[in-house]
Structures are given as C-alpha cells and as structure tokens.
C-alpha cells in the first residue's frame, strides 16, 4: 500500500507540474503569442504573465514582432533592351497583427518572397539596362510599395528593399567597362583641349593688357612732355613779356633812350663785324665813310618801336 501510495502521489506531483506549466506562460518582450481555444482563435498573448486553461486552450502561434530580415534568392530578369540581369536583394519586413500572421497565410515569409521576385522581374522589365544601375532607389520604392500593399492582409509590414547585387552577362560586362573608358578618355581629351584653350585665353588677355598698358604709359608720357612744353613756352613768354615790360620801363627814365640808342648801335656794328667774317668773304657796306648815317637809320628803328611801344 505504501508502494501504490507513493505512486499516486507522484502521479499527481507530475500532473500539478503539468497543469502549472499549461496554465502559467511568460510571453518574452517583442514577441507575440496567440491563443486557440478548442481549435479556434480565442486572444493574443503580449509580453509577460498570463495564465491560459489547460488542455482547453492552446498556444497555436508564436510571433517575433522584431524587424526581421529576409534574403530574397538571386534571379535572372529581362530588362527592356532584353538582357539578362542577375538580381538579388534583401527585404526587411515586422510582423504588425499576430492574428492575421497566424491565419492570412500558410507562409506569409515564401508569399513575401515570391512577390518581391515577381514585382522585381516586372520593375526590371520596364527599364533599360543603364537605368536599372542608375535608379536603384526607384526599384526599391516600387517593390516595398507593390508588397506592402498585399502583406496587409498577412499582418506583416513591409519596411524597405535593398538590392544587393546587380549582375549582366560577361560580353556586357566588357562593353560596359569599354565604354566607360572609351568616356574617360573622352573626358581627359576635352580636359585637355579646354586647358589649352584657357592657356591662350590667358596669353592673349596677359598681352592685351600688357599692349594697353604700355599706350596708357606712352600717352601719358606724351601729356607730360606736351605739359612741360606747354609750360616752358609760357615761362619763356612770360619772361620775355616781363623783360620787355622792364626795358619799356627802364626806356622812360631818364637817359634810358640815349643808352638804347648806344646799345642798338654796339649790336649793328656787331652785326656787321660777324657777317664779314663768313664764308672767307669780306662783306662791307655799301657807303662805309657813312657808317653815321647807318646808326642813324637804327636809331630811327628804335624810336619807332618806343612810339610802337607807347
């Protein structure tokens, strides 16, 4: 009896351990479980404590409503000038209804990948082949926007695409990579020709300026040397008009015309004395016994030039 005794009471120890672990469930942080009662859905289980009826309900469905990560499988696409292109990508996807993520679909992750790989063959097949490297953004919009409008109905949010890889066939790999260098080289040619060209731009305006430069230099000289000309001619005139007014001056005072008369006269004789020595020629005048008369005729001048003067 002690034997049987023993055994119930560890049967029942055993089915009290299994009724506390059926009733009693602990749901981690970030995770979502969701409850069927007699096989049909009854609540969802968020973080923490809870306590479900044994053998009545059941945990059918345990959710992460982390960001997760899918790896889309690389596929051959077409694009619109037909060639073939490897594409393969990554999506990130969160599960944002539990319920609809139990019962929406059998597999909403193969339904998410399927239609990522279809929506991008159709993308791909819309466009050319530059503008499938240029316009990986606009790929990766049109493929979140196109899934998630159908992930709805699974629960599931649809976060971002990324494409990982974008492969063409060898022979376009080559023509490719030729044309870029073919561009390069282009490029370093129109480089080059437009430093040259800058290079004589800058020459003929360096002699431009330099030509300028130099006639702004010469004008200037050349008003300067007019000035000062100007300036000594003006001098000179009013030099001479000051010493004729002081020989006007010096004629009214007294004996001034006896002593411009002997000085006329000194410079006629002068006069005479250097034409005679020219040219080994003697020239005397014509009546050298009158030379009184030719001082007179001087000293007539004179006076002339005084009543001029007056």
């Given at each position: ?19 506390v ?36 309900d ?12 899918l ?14 292109l ?26 998410i990948t ?32 196109a899934?998630d ?81 100007a ?43 250097q ?32 009543q001029?003067?007056?």
């Open positions: 009896m002690e034997f049987g005794f023993g055994s119930v009471s560890l049967i029942i120890f055993i089915l009290a351990v299994i009724f672990v059926k009733t009693v469930n602990v749901v981690p942080q970030q995770h979502a479980w969701v409850v069927e009662r007699l096989g049909k859905y009854h609540t969802t289980l968020g973080p923490g404590l809870h306590i479900v009826l044994p053998f009545i059941r945990i059918a469905y345990k959710h992460m409503l982390k960001e997760i990560p790896d889309v499988p690389p596929q051959v696409c077409i694009t619109k000038d037909n060639t073939q490897q594409v393969d990508g990554i999506l990130y996807f969160q599960v944002t209804d539990p319920m609809r993520a139990s019962y929406g679909s059998s597999n909403y992750i193969a339904a399927q239609l990522a790989q279809t929506t991008l063959r159709s993308v791909i097949g819309k466009m050319e082949l530059d503008k499938t490297f240029e316009e990986r953004d606009h790929i990766n919009t049109t493929i979140v926007n899934i409008e159908s992930a709805a109905n699974w629960g599931v949010k649809v976060l971002r695409y990324e494409i990982k890889d974008l492969t063409p066939p060898k022979e376009i790999l080559h023509a490719m990579q030729a044309q870029i260098t073919a561009e390069r080289e282009k490029r370093a040619l129109i480089a080059a020709s437009e430093g040259r060209k800058q290079e004589q731009i800058n020459i003929a305006s360096g002699e431009r300026e330099a030509a300028i430069a130099k006639s702004e230099g010469e004008k200037q000289a050349s008003i300067n040397r007019a000035q000062g000309q300036t000594a001619i003006l001098a000179i005139a009013e030099a001479s008009a000051e010493a004729l007014r002081k020989t006007a001056a010096a004629i009214q005072q007294p004996g001034g015309s006896d002593a411009v008369n002997l000085k006329v006269a000194e410079q006629y004789v002068n006069a005479f004395a034409l005679a020595k020219t040219n080994n020629s003697i020239i005397v005048p014509a009546n050298l016994g009158d030379m009184s008369g030719l001082i007179a005729s001087a000293l007539h001048v004179v006076k002339s030039q005084q001029i003067l007056k």
